[in-house]
């Protein structure tokens, strides 16, 4: 039933942003939105703990996170198995590379896959 799904949805939309403010504290959370974007919350984190070895400079693995098109290659959108997510989950191999709160930097990463990837593209 469409209006069901419209308002889950909406409810999801509104549970990650809570879960988001709790996390990360107000100042972080985009104004009229509870998405979670690319470039305002994931691209920053790549940024600043992985780039370093996954962009166009080292690449290991063939993994380059410095560009969304390198990202989405790691990502299935709403798949929470997606490459991405298993590697920064808390047991994951790339886990000790997140820097300051990693288990907030960790749900976040899973929650922009699972809930918003496949929405946005930048
Ligand atoms: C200090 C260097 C370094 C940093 C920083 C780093 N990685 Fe890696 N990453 C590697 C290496 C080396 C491999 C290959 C590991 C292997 O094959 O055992 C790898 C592999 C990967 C893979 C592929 C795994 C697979 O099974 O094919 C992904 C995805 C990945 N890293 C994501 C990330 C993310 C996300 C971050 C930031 C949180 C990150 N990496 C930070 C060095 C790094």
Not at 5 to 22: F, G, I, K, L, M
Not at 58 to 86: C, F, K, M, P
């Amino acid at each position: 039933m469409p209006s069901t799904e419209a308002a889950n949805r909406a409810s999801s939309r509104a549970t990650v942003a809570a879960d988001r403010a709790s996390r990360i504290g107000p100042l972080s959370l985009a104004p009229d939105s509870g998405l979670l974007t690319f470039g305002d919350d994931i691209k920053p984190i790549l940024d600043s703990d992985c780039i370093q070895c996954h962009g166009p400079r080292l690449r290991e693995n063939g993994v380059d996170l410095s560009t969304y098109a390198g990202v989405s290659r790691v990502v299935q959108a709403g798949n929470a198995n997606s490459l991405l997510v298993l590697v920064t989950r808390s047991n994951g191999q790339m886990y000790p590379n997140l820097t300051g709160d990693r288990a907030a930097k960790s749900a976040l990463i899973r929650s922009w896959v699972v809930d918003n990837a496949a929405a946005e593209t930048r």
